[in-house]
């Protein structure tokens, strides 16, 4: 049995996940924005990225109810809001909503991979998933657009390798991975889901079923430096 922790595991594809491996009988841990912010559940643990407070809270009190960490994964995403759509031109772009994506795409996943070293430390073997995108492979730009989303997860992609460098030296059992997990029907996908092609939109089980299966089979005993690849498990270029 792992413990696994997912982050932006109270809806789409993160609650999907979520159930796989509390179906598997694994002990699962989920935070989200909707939770209590008293933290009075072991299983549910209030956390929003764009307060680094919360996260060192919600840290703090998973350290006393778990000695580790064997599979983090990361969902939490932010690709529009009430109040912004993704830039389709530079005339678009303002300040707050890159602050927003930047936060809560990029830094607020390196700051929850910042308090989490040490219960990763702590396994066997850990695995440390952040949940990428495709849109945000530099060499894979085709179409432009959509800046913020695609420079935070570029930045993203940036942290997490250079993590992945300095935890070779230090800690053989963990293993990071950034994914990117096929166009998926969510809140997020749902204003852009009518252009796609007939039979690309995913299911969140489908999703969360491909995305375990490449977390399994990457999860090595002696660490790679970070590794990003789709749901099919294809390396994409940086
Ligand atoms: N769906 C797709 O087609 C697709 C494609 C490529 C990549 N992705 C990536 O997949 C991941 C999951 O997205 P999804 O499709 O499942 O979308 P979603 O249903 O909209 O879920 C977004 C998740 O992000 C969390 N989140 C948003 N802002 C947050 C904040 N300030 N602090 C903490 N958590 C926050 C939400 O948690 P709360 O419960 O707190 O709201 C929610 O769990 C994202 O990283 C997204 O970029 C999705």
Aim: glycine letters at 6%.
């Amino acid at each position: 049995m792992y413990n696994v922790l997912i982050i932006g595991g109270n809806q789409g594809i993160g609650l999907a996940m979520a159930e796989r491996y509390r179906t598997q009988g694994h002990h699962v841990i989920t935070t989200s924005r909707q939770f209590s912010k008293n933290q009075t559940s072991s299983q549910q643990l209030y956390c929003d990225l764009t307060h680094p407070d919360s996260i060192v809270a919600a840290f703090d009190h998973l350290q006393t109810e778990i000695t580790h960490i064997d599979v983090l994964i990361n969902c939490a995403g932010v690709l529009h809001t009430e109040n912004y759509q993704p830039e389709k031109s530079l005339k678009q772009v303002q300040a707050d909503n890159f602050q927003h994506n930047y936060q809560v795409n990029a830094i607020g996943h390196l700051l929850v991979l910042q308090q989490a070293e040490q219960l990763l430390s702590h396994s066997k073997q850990a695995v440390a998933v952040s949940i990428s995108a495709r849109i945000g492979s530099i060499e894979d730009n085709h179409l432009g657009g959509w800046y913020a989303y695609r420079m935070s997860k570029a930045a993203l992609n940036m942290g997490v390798k250079t993590l992945s460098i300095e935890w070779q030296r230090k800690y053989p059992n963990i293993q990071c991975l950034l994914l990117h997990p096929g166009t998926t029907d969510t809140a997020l996908s749902k204003p852009f889901q009518q252009r796609l092609p007939e039979g690309q939109l995913q299911t969140v089980d489908e999703t969360a079923e491909m995305l375990q299966q490449q977390i399994e089979q990457n999860t090595h005993t002696t660490n790679q430096e970070a590794l990003f690849l789709d749901y099919a498990g294809k390396p994409i270029p940086w």
